[in-house]
């Protein structure tokens, strides 16, 4: 039995299945083929780093970290922390209705705040992990403020996009070979581009057979 993995690839235009053995970043750059994205968002996993000319880390993935401290830790610091990105999520929710002077003073303000959190000690194991993600991810996560509307906190869409394929594998166990695996992200890659265009997967099916 061999293990592959399932890549998800979104723009406002398209949909990208990829299966591969690797979960090296040669597999994102033989994709994406030289082309660097304006604004690159995706979770903290390090092969998914460095692909854009701007880099958005996904806050959803944060959040359940930060979720997780909070029940684990008796440190402060986690449910501070939550405060915080609580106020991060409703800024995102509204970017596009504020000035841009307002989106700059917000953005200080989130950055002073974090900064001040982070430098607190702690003697919590679980706290002090959640202090190196939030350190290590903190130049990525107010990218969205720079460019209001433009990009998501979120990197869901690829998850909801991955969600028919991870039932799939639970249903049936898996494929049985890789060009299986393979067929089955191309026609995931057409009907889900189809989708952002406004057709059904059915209509697609058709005009691909007709």
């Known amino acids: 039995m061999r293990t592959a993995h399932h890549w998800v690839f979104m723009s406002e235009h398209a949909v990208v299945h990829e299966v591969h053995l690797s979960r090296a970043a040669q597999v994102v750059r033989d994709v ?6 304006k604004i690159w968002l995706s ?3 390090s092969a998914q780093q460095n692909h854009g000319q701007q880099h ?3 806050l959803a993935h944060l959040a359940r970290d930060i979720a997780y401290g909070v029940d684990a830790s008796q440190d402060r610091l986690p449910f501070q922390l939550k405060l915080w990105m609580d106020r991060v999520f409703a800024l995102a929710h509204d970017v596009t ?3 841009a002077s307002t989106i700059k ?3 200080r303000e989130l950055e ?5 959190l982070l430098s607190a000690p702690s003697n919590c194991l679980f706290a002090e992990d959640l202090r190196g993600k939030l350190a290590r991810a903190s130049p990525k996560m107010l990218t969205f403020l720079d460019f209001p509307g433009e990009v998501e906190v979120t990197n869901n869409g690829c998850e909801r996009a ?3 394929s991870v039932t799939q594998r639970k249903v049936t166990n898996g494929f049985r070979s890789m060009w299986a695996a393979r067929g089955d992200c191309m026609v995931r890659t057409v009907a889900d581009t189809a989708k952002i265009r406004g057709q059904t997967p059915w209509e697609t099916i058709n ?3 007709a």
Not at 32 to 37: A, V
Not at 112 to 116: D, H, P, V
């Open 43 to 45: 979770d903290g996993y």
């Open 162 to 164: 991955l969600r028919p």
């Open 97 to 99: 209705s504020y000035a």
């Open 56 to 58: 958005q880390t996904c």
């Open 207 to 209: 005009l691909t057979l």
């Open 112 to 116: 002073r705040n974090l900064a001040e």
């Open 32 to 37: 994406m083929g030289g082309h660097r994205p």
């Open 105 to 107: 003073r917000k953005k």
